[in-house]
C-alpha cells in the first residue's frame, strides 16, 4: 500500500497516517483498515500482538477471564470477546491464533491464585473460547482461526511448558 512516493506511519491499530508527496504537493489522509481484511493466511505478528494486550494489561485480562471459570456463559464471552474475537475488531483480535500469545495467556492464568483454587485450567480455558467462538490456536467452527488448519498449532494436550 505505501511506496516510494508515500510514507506512512501507523497511529493506532489499524489505522495509519499516509503521506502523498507528488509534484510538491504533500497530501495527508488517514486510513482505518478492516482488522479482519487482510487476517487470511495467518495470525496478526507476535509483536503487535504482544504491544497491544500489554496496552490492556494483564491484570484487566485476567479479570475479564476469571468469570469464565465456570464455563461460556453469556457473562464469560461477553468479557472476552471485546477484546479477542475477530468480528469485534478488539485490541486482540486473532492474537490467540498466535502459539506465542495463547502460551503467555495460558502461563498467566496458571500464575493467578484464584484460577488455581478454583480449578480454572488451560483445559477449560479453550473449553471457554470454544464455546464463546473466540478464534484460538487450537478452535474448531466458529473459533477457528482463518488461514490455520483447525486444531492446528504446536501446543500439546498437557499445556505449554
Avoid: H, Y
Avoid at 8 to 27: L, N
Avoid at 72 to 79: E, G, L, Q, Y
Amino acid at each position: 500500500m505505501c511506496n516510494v512516493l508515500m510514507r506512512c506511519s501507523f497511529i493506532a491499530a489499524f489505522v495509519f497516517m499516509a503521506t502523498w508527496v507528488a509534484e510538491g504537493q504533500e497530501v495527508r489522509f488517514v486510513v482505518q483498515l478492516d482488522p479482519t481484511a487482510n487476517f487470511t493466511t495467518s495470525p496478526p505478528p507476535v509483536l503487535d500482538c504482544a504491544e497491544r494486550l500489554l496496552d490492556i494489561g494483564f491484570e484487566e485480562i485476567e479479570n475479564r477471564l476469571l468469570p469464565c471459570a465456570f464455563g461460556p456463559v453469556p457473562t464469560c464471552c461477553d468479557n472476552i470477546n471485546p477484546i479477542f474475537k475477530l468480528e469485534n475488531s478488539g485490541p486482540g483480535a486473532g492474537c490467540l491464533c498466535n502459539e506465542l500469545i495463547l502460551v503467555e495467556i495460558v502461563d498467566q492464568l496458571k500464575e493467578n491464585q484464584l484460577a488455581a483454587i478454583i480449578g480454572f485450567d488451560q483445559q477449560r480455558l479453550f473449553v471457554v473460547f470454544q464455546g464463546c467462538g473466540t478464534q484460538f490456536l487450537l478452535g474448531r467452527g466458529e473459533a477457528t482461526c482463518p488461514g490455520i488448519e483447525p486444531g492446528g498449532g504446536f501446543l500439546d494436550d498437557d499445556g505449554p511448558d
